[in-house]
């Protein structure tokens, strides 16, 4: 028997299907992979990525859900948008309205009654969601005008951060009802952050990301570039009187690694991915800057932050070949999806 030929190709697809059940590292899945075809829609602009799942949309603003690796596709309610005074048009003439970014509280595979999902419209920022089981869109409806650079689902709740780089922290109760609760008050603006991100770690803390870019004097097109991250977690300040929550700046994120971009931003351990680098920060530029306004597109300010050595490093050279094109996003397949 020890000199069997025989390997996994030989086993039952009922006995694989069990295995795969029972393996939780996602080494063991590498161990086991194989090329194959994504069935990704030509011609469709991708607006975000989320548990393995892509955003897709349609001129007749049509989003539709795409798996790439199980090739399954789930088709949202069409996105009426009641912000049609903010239109952007594209170089192509193709889609007159385009939101920002779209993300999922679950993966529709595992969870397909109560997964939910939130969309940042690109120039005003505000927020949309669905849920699932529903008919239409719900829009937030609420006294205070938010202007939103990221959202995610944390402990089961919406959040979303100021994109002025106030560090701002709403969590939306009730979309429906237009009701939330400012989590992190408003600070002053910091000059140079261009934006904020959130993500949740490994461990379950919910960070925030600031982007920092400067003057780009380069004759690419680019006015700013990235010059720099600062990250900060959600703590607790315990007084007397109350406890409240807080941005504390953190140094270092350990063996995790995030990804931040147009897509969902993720927080993998980089020990679980062979070539990637704990305690980095990977970037993809910000959208609406580069694809308006950079003749070549999108792509120009990729890299990569060391956050411990505060230096950069690239992990994708683009293809001057393939411009323009949209910002690249970033995607983590869910494998039992």
Not at 13 to 32: A, G, K, N, Q, S
Not at 199 to 219: P, Y
């Amino acid at each position: 028997m020890g000199d069997s030929k025989f390997g996994w190709a030989w086993l039952p697809r009922e006995l694989l299907d069990l295995i795969l059940d029972y393996v939780v590292e996602f080494p063991d899945y590498v161990r086991m992979a194989y090329d194959l075809p994504l069935p990704l829609p030509y011609g469709r602009p991708f607006f975000g990525s989320s548990h393995g799942w892509l955003f897709t949309i349609e001129k007749s603003m049509a989003i539709t859900l795409v798996n790439p690796f199980s090739g399954k596709t789930i088709l949202l309610p069409e996105f009426k948008d009641p912000w049609e005074d903010y239109q952007l048009w594209l170089d192509n003439d193709e889609y007159e309205r385009f939101p920002g970014k779209g993300i999922l509280s679950s993966d529709p595979s595992l969870d397909p009654d109560s997964y939910q999902v939130a969309i940042i419209h690109l120039d005003v920022n505000n927020l949309a969601c669905f849920k699932s089981g529903e008919r239409d869109w719900n829009f937030l409806k609420v006294k205070k005008k938010y202007h939103f650079s990221d959202v995610v689902y944390h402990n089961g709740l919406l959040h979303g951060v100021d994109s002025r780089g106030t560090g701002e922290l709403v969590r939306v109760d009730d979309v429906t009802a237009g009701t939330e609760t400012i989590i992190v008050p408003p600070r002053r603006n910091s000059e140079g952050i261009r934006t904020n991100y959130l993500v949740t770690t490994q461990e379950g803390d919910l960070l925030r990301v600031q982007r920092h870019l400067e003057e780009n004097d380069d004759d690419d097109g680019l006015k700013y570039r990235t010059s720099g991250f600062k990250v900060f977690k959600l703590a607790q300040e315990h007084s007397i009187v109350q406890v409240r929550q807080k941005w504390t700046a953190i140094e270092s994120i350990g063996d995790q690694a995030l990804f931040l971009g147009d897509s969902n931003s993720e927080c993998v351990l980089a020990s679980h991915f062979p070539g990637c680098k704990p305690n980095c920060i990977y970037y993809t530029e910000y959208y609406y800057d580069t694809y308006y306004f950079v003749p070549r597109g999108a792509d120009d300010d990729v890299g990569m932050f060391n956050l411990e050595t505060r230096t950069f490093g690239t992990h994708y050279v683009p293809d001057p070949a393939h411009m323009p094109l949209l910002p690249a996003i970033w995607i983590v397949p869910n494998l039992k999806g």
